[in-house]
């Protein structure tokens, strides 16, 4: 009876995830990159948003820094040898 346990088994699995999957489809999703908001107004999609442009402000600033120094590191050693 080895088949018929794998079987319940597998058939219980099935029903646990579509219960789960039931679950998840009640969550609000919330569209954090929507076009629509007021910059004025305190939301989290705002400070995501504002987060998000300085972060990638600040590393545009510091790989171009990154980039400067590594070129001049390979001008100095196209000099020297």
Do not use: C
Not at 40 to 58: G, L
Not at 63 to 79: E, G, K, Q
């Amino acid at each position: 009876m080895k088949w018929w346990d794998r079987f319940v088994e597998w058939s219980w699995q099935k029903e646990a995830d579509r219960q789960f999957e039931e679950g998840q489809q009640e969550k609000q999703v919330i569209d954090v990159m929507a076009d629509d908001v007021d910059p004025n107004e305190v939301t989290i999609e705002n400070a995501y948003k504002t987060r998000w442009i300085w972060y990638h402000t600040i590393l545009a600033i510091g790989i171009f820094f990154t980039n400067i120094i590594l070129i001049a590191i390979l001008v100095l050693l196209a000099i020297k040898l």
